[in-house]
């Protein structure tokens, strides 16, 4: 079974400009969260998705956005970017409510010039 | 908000000692997860506990959840290189939803 794909691995923006990630969640899981991975703030959780609906939110701005469609892929966009949201972008699914574990994709690595 | 300390931050170990990391919180946990993750690599998830003073052990590791419910830890016997990553703790809080909050993490050097 393959697991969590995440695309790109790597991108280059500078600030100002926006951007999608694309998360593949393991086939037959319908709950995909994202969370940003920095050096000062650790792993902080983005939000949640499953069936298509946004089940839960973290802390971050309303630049951070997202949604999932109805093959449960799901895409993160950041607009406006800033230099403090250079970060490892990682993807995790699992099959629904309440379940664990979380399976992490390799995460986009994302960096502000 | 609810945060989810880790000690220590950083633990250089030469090959075959033991390494302990631990995990506390300011308040009681519903459960608590443990994740590995490597170098460049995405976390990898341990194990899970649950119930208030469970012991779980894997192979070389040995994951305890404290009487109280507000502290964990991970203890490693005789390291070896391969153990080498950030040991994240994390509490998966349900109800309308999963979210996964971590801990600061522990990087574990093991050196020859």
């Known amino acids: 079974k393959a697991g969590v794909t995440q695309t790109p691995r790597y991108l280059i923006k500078t600030r100002g400009q926006q951007v999608t990630l694309s998360c593949s969640p393991i086939?037959?899981?319908?709950?995909v969260s994202w969370y940003q991975q920095t050096p000062g703030q650790g792993l902080q959780f983005l939000f949640e998705?499953?069936?298509?609906?946004?089940?839960n939110k973290g802390n971050f701005p309303g630049r951070f956005s997202g949604r999932q469609f109805s093959n449960s892929r799901s895409e993160m966009n950041v607009s406006t970017l800033e230099l403090g949201d250079s970060a490892l972008y990682l993807c995790?699914?699992?099959?629904?409510?309440?379940?664990?574990?979380?399976?992490f994709g390799d995460g986009t690595r994302l960096s502000i010039l | 908000g609810q945060q989810v300390m880790q000690i220590p931050q950083y633990q250089h170990v030469q090959e075959g000692e033991d390494f302990t990391t631990y995990c506390n919180s300011s308040?009681?946990?519903?459960?608590i997860q443990w994740y590995k993750q490597r170098p460049g690599g995405h976390p990898v998830f341990l194990i899970q506990?649950?119930?208030?003073?469970e012991v779980k052990k894997q192979k070389r590791l040995t994951f305890q959840f404290g009487e109280a419910k507000k502290n964990s830890s991970l203890h490693i016997t005789a390291t070896q290189t391969t153990d080498v990553g950030t040991y994240f703790c994390?509490?998966?809080?349900?109800?309308?939803?999963?979210?996964?909050?971590f801990g600061t993490g522990t990087q574990l050097k093991v050196e020859l």
């Open positions: 506990l649950v119930k208030s003073g």
């Open positions: 995790a699914s699992s099959s629904g409510e309440g379940s664990w574990p979380q399976h």
């Open positions: 086939s037959g899981h319908r709950s």
């Open positions: 308040t009681t946990l519903s459960n």
């Open positions: 994390a509490e998966l809080i349900t109800g309308g939803g999963n979210k996964l909050t």
């Open positions: 998705y499953f069936s298509e609906t946004q089940r």
